[in-house]
């Protein structure tokens, strides 16, 4: 998928729209406006998304709803200002303008669709009598947006209320644990509906059994698809490769291949046999796990050759010629008091005469 919106970038990545959270504030600004001007003019509710009105030739609304407020007007939405700014900000920097804006559009979109698919169905179920105008709202689009912001930057710290710091990811875990309440909530009430004395609230409130139930599963829906664009988001940043099967299996494989050649290596290793205690102490260090340092006969300044199991010529005596082919029982180390490098076996290696450049 990453591959494809690379693809789709390099062709109109250049009609991106720069700084769209600029315009997202603006178009709350607006809603506000309108919202305080609403009780003499009444121009808020031509800005909502009501699929009847918009089947009526309202059209606008599929795009002005954008504007309506995510909570009422208070102190604190300064605050929330600062912090939706703070994030359309990051999130565009690190995703790039394109993917930003394909992000909140593609949010947009499957909120207006799935309320007009409500609208559709249930008006074909009902009639216009029974048809559900869904109230859709712009909160779980910035709730979406604050997600994406958590995943990408789990631990920045934020100030709640300006005073409070917390990390961002703390704050999406509780948004997503008052989401599943708020589901759970909605389910345990939709299995209670056939119980009467739930039905006679519903009745209180001038409402009937079915149309408590559709309101119910809508709320579910709503947020289901207002979310939509951030599980897509989710789904298609996580790197699947390290829980495929394949890997899976070549993880196992290793870690099994691991255990068995230490324990062969382990026990092929006899402590009083000459001929693998180099290669017991290459593994183990002399003596099984003590340290090199505590070998027995090893002079202050000697280079200590390392040894390499299989067909390979890599040790050879300076003085009788003997190698690690022909005698892999010897030893061999290098001599530090002789220019050059001159290796020699156990036999010549306190024996033999320095060698130097004079």
């Not at 591959?3 to 700084?19: D, H, Q, S």
């Not at 179920?125 to 709730?143: D, E, H, Q, R």
């Not at 990390?167 to 999406?172: P, Q, R, S």
């Not at 940043?237 to 829980?243: A, E, L, P, Q």
Request: hydrophobic share 45%; proline share 3%.
């Amino acid at each position: 998928m990453l591959r494809m919106l690379n693809k789709i970038e390099r062709k109109i990545g250049k009609y991106a729209i720069k700084n769209l959270i600029y315009y997202i504030l603006g178009g709350y600004v607006i809603g506000y406006i309108l919202l305080l001007t609403n009780t003499r003019l009444g121009w808020y509710q031509y800005i909502t998304l009501e699929p009847a009105l918009v089947m009526k030739g309202q059209v606008w609304r599929l795009f002005t709803w954008i504007c309506t407020v995510p909570q009422s007007l208070s102190f604190f939405v300064i605050f929330m200002f600062l912090l939706y700014f703070f994030i359309g900000r990051s999130l565009e920097q690190n995703m790039g303008a394109f993917k930003y804006n394909l992000y909140m559009f593609s949010g947009w979109f499957f909120t207006t669709l799935g309320a007009m698919i409500v609208y559709w169905i249930s008006y074909g179920i009902s009639g216009a009598s029974g048809a559900i105008s869904m109230n859709v709202s712009t909160y779980y689009l910035n709730l979406a947006s604050f997600l994406a912001f958590a995943v990408l930057f789990p631990d920045v710290r934020v100030y709640l209320f300006g005073i409070l710091p917390i990390k961002v990811k703390w704050l999406a875990w509780i948004d997503v644990a008052y989401l599943a309440f708020t589901i759970i909530t909605s389910i345990i009430a939709l299995i209670g509906l056939p119980n009467q004395s739930v039905q006679q609230a519903i009745s209180a409130y001038g409402l009937t059994p079915s149309f408590a139930k559709a309101a119910i599963i809508t709320d579910i829906f709503s947020i289901f698809i207002s979310l939509l664009n951030f599980i897509i988001f989710f789904v298609a940043t996580r790197n699947y490769k390290k829980i495929s099967p394949k890997e899976i299996k070549r993880k196992m494989e290793f870690r099994k291949n691991v255990r068995q050649g230490y324990t062969e290596n382990r026990r092929g290793f006899d402590q009083n046999d000459p001929r693998t205690s180099s290669r017991r102490d290459s593994f183990f260090g002399y003596g099984g796990f003590e340290p090199k340092t505590n070998r027995p006969n090893q002079q202050e300044g000697q280079k200590q050759s390392t040894f390499s199991s299989g067909n390979m010529l890599i040790h050879r005596c300076s003085i009788c010629g003997r190698t690690n082919l022909t005698n892999p029982e010897l030893t061999f180390r290098y001599c530090s008091k002789c220019a050059g490098n001159h290796e020699y076996c156990q036999d010549h290696l306190f024996t033999h005469v320095h060698v130097n450049n004079e």
